[in-house]
Nanobody, 128 residues
Framework: QVQLVESGGGLVQAGGSLRLSCAASGRTFRTYAVGWFRQAPGKEREFVTA????????YYADSVKGRFTISRDNAKNTVYLQMNSLKPEDTAVYYC?????????????????????WGQGTQVTVSS
Protein backbone atom coordinates (compact mmCIF):
# COMPACT_ATOMS: atom_id res chain seq x y z
CA GLN A 1 0.00 0.00 0.00
CA VAL A 2 1.08 3.53 -0.77
CA GLN A 3 -0.42 6.65 0.74
CA LEU A 4 0.15 10.01 -0.91
CA VAL A 5 -0.11 13.48 0.62
CA GLU A 6 0.15 16.63 -1.50
CA SER A 7 1.20 20.00 -0.14
CA GLY A 8 2.38 23.38 -1.38
CA GLY A 9 -0.76 24.67 -3.02
CA GLY A 10 -2.01 28.20 -2.52
CA LEU A 11 -2.87 31.52 -4.10
CA VAL A 12 -0.36 33.17 -6.43
CA GLN A 13 -0.45 35.96 -8.97
CA ALA A 14 -0.09 35.28 -12.65
CA GLY A 15 3.56 34.93 -13.57
CA GLY A 16 4.44 33.61 -10.15
CA SER A 17 5.71 30.22 -9.02
CA LEU A 18 4.72 27.41 -6.68
CA ARG A 19 6.30 24.10 -5.78
CA LEU A 20 4.03 21.21 -4.96
CA SER A 21 5.20 18.19 -3.02
CA CYS A 22 3.84 14.66 -2.99
CA ALA A 23 5.03 12.71 0.04
CA ALA A 24 4.55 8.96 0.01
CA SER A 25 4.59 6.15 2.49
CA GLY A 26 5.83 2.67 1.67
CA ARG A 27 9.24 1.35 0.69
CA THR A 28 8.06 0.24 -2.76
CA PHE A 29 7.27 3.84 -3.73
CA ARG A 30 10.72 4.29 -5.18
CA THR A 31 9.95 1.64 -7.84
CA TYR A 32 6.73 3.33 -8.99
CA ALA A 33 6.11 6.05 -11.52
CA VAL A 34 4.31 9.13 -10.25
CA GLY A 35 2.06 11.52 -12.09
CA TRP A 36 0.38 14.84 -11.45
CA PHE A 37 -3.13 15.51 -12.66
CA ARG A 38 -5.38 18.52 -12.18
CA GLN A 39 -9.06 19.27 -12.20
CA ALA A 40 -10.48 22.72 -12.74
CA PRO A 41 -14.05 23.60 -11.71
CA GLY A 42 -16.54 22.17 -14.18
CA LYS A 43 -13.88 20.29 -16.10
CA GLU A 44 -12.61 16.75 -16.22
CA ARG A 45 -9.38 15.79 -14.54
CA GLU A 46 -6.45 16.09 -16.93
CA PHE A 47 -2.89 14.86 -17.11
CA VAL A 48 -0.15 17.36 -16.24
CA THR A 49 3.14 15.48 -15.96
CA ALA A 50 4.68 12.16 -14.93
CA UNK A 51 8.06 10.79 -13.94
CA UNK A 52 9.26 7.22 -13.98
CA UNK A 53 10.83 5.42 -11.04
CA UNK A 54 14.41 6.44 -11.80
CA UNK A 55 13.61 9.97 -13.02
CA UNK A 56 15.12 9.07 -16.40
CA UNK A 57 11.81 9.54 -18.25
CA UNK A 58 9.32 12.37 -17.91
CA TYR A 59 6.12 13.29 -19.71
CA TYR A 60 4.45 16.69 -19.90
CA ALA A 61 1.17 17.98 -21.21
CA ASP A 62 1.67 20.51 -23.98
CA SER A 63 -0.04 23.17 -21.88
CA VAL A 64 2.67 23.07 -19.20
CA LYS A 65 5.76 22.14 -21.19
CA GLY A 66 8.57 24.61 -20.55
CA ARG A 67 6.88 26.01 -17.43
CA PHE A 68 6.50 23.03 -15.11
CA THR A 69 9.20 20.60 -13.99
CA ILE A 70 8.67 17.29 -12.24
CA SER A 71 11.38 15.71 -10.11
CA ARG A 72 11.71 13.12 -7.38
CA ASP A 73 13.87 12.31 -4.39
CA ASN A 74 13.52 8.60 -3.69
CA ALA A 75 15.54 8.88 -0.49
CA LYS A 76 12.78 11.15 0.82
CA ASN A 77 9.91 9.30 -0.88
CA THR A 78 8.84 12.62 -2.38
CA VAL A 79 7.97 13.90 -5.83
CA TYR A 80 7.98 17.59 -6.63
CA LEU A 81 6.20 19.76 -9.17
CA GLN A 82 7.87 23.09 -9.78
CA MET A 83 5.42 25.42 -11.48
CA ASN A 84 6.73 28.65 -13.01
CA SER A 85 5.11 31.36 -15.12
CA LEU A 86 1.74 30.40 -13.75
CA LYS A 87 -1.38 31.43 -15.63
CA PRO A 88 -4.99 31.81 -14.45
CA GLU A 89 -5.87 28.73 -16.52
CA ASP A 90 -3.56 26.68 -14.26
CA THR A 91 -6.07 27.14 -11.45
CA ALA A 92 -7.21 23.69 -10.34
CA VAL A 93 -6.99 21.04 -7.69
CA TYR A 94 -3.72 19.19 -8.28
CA TYR A 95 -3.49 15.48 -7.51
CA CYS A 96 -0.48 13.23 -7.39
CA UNK A 97 -0.83 9.58 -8.23
CA UNK A 98 1.41 6.54 -8.12
CA UNK A 99 1.32 3.42 -10.23
CA UNK A 100 1.60 -0.04 -8.73
CA UNK A 101 3.54 -1.46 -11.67
CA UNK A 102 7.18 -1.55 -10.59
CA UNK A 103 9.62 0.05 -13.02
CA UNK A 104 6.91 0.81 -15.64
CA UNK A 105 7.88 3.84 -17.72
CA UNK A 106 5.58 3.75 -20.73
CA UNK A 107 3.00 6.05 -22.25
CA UNK A 108 0.17 4.75 -20.03
CA UNK A 109 1.55 7.18 -17.48
CA UNK A 110 -0.32 9.89 -19.38
CA UNK A 111 -3.62 8.26 -18.45
CA UNK A 112 -5.51 7.99 -15.17
CA UNK A 113 -5.74 4.22 -15.59
CA UNK A 114 -1.97 4.05 -15.30
CA UNK A 115 -2.26 4.80 -11.59
CA UNK A 116 -3.55 2.98 -8.54
CA UNK A 117 -2.86 5.31 -5.64
CA TRP A 118 -4.12 8.88 -5.41
CA GLY A 119 -3.65 11.75 -3.02
CA GLN A 120 -6.40 13.99 -1.72
CA GLY A 121 -5.38 16.96 -3.84
CA THR A 122 -4.13 20.48 -3.18
CA GLN A 123 -5.71 23.68 -4.47
CA VAL A 124 -3.74 26.00 -6.72
CA THR A 125 -5.31 29.36 -7.53
CA VAL A 126 -3.68 31.80 -9.94
CA SER A 127 -5.07 35.31 -9.96
CA SER A 128 -4.89 37.59 -12.97
Amino acid sequence: QVQLVESGGGLVQAGGSLRLSCAASGRTFRTYAVGWFRQAPGKEREFVTAINWSASITYYADSVKGRFTISRDNAKNTVYLQMNSLKPEDTAVYYCAASNNPYYSGSHLREEYGYTYWGQGTQVTVSS
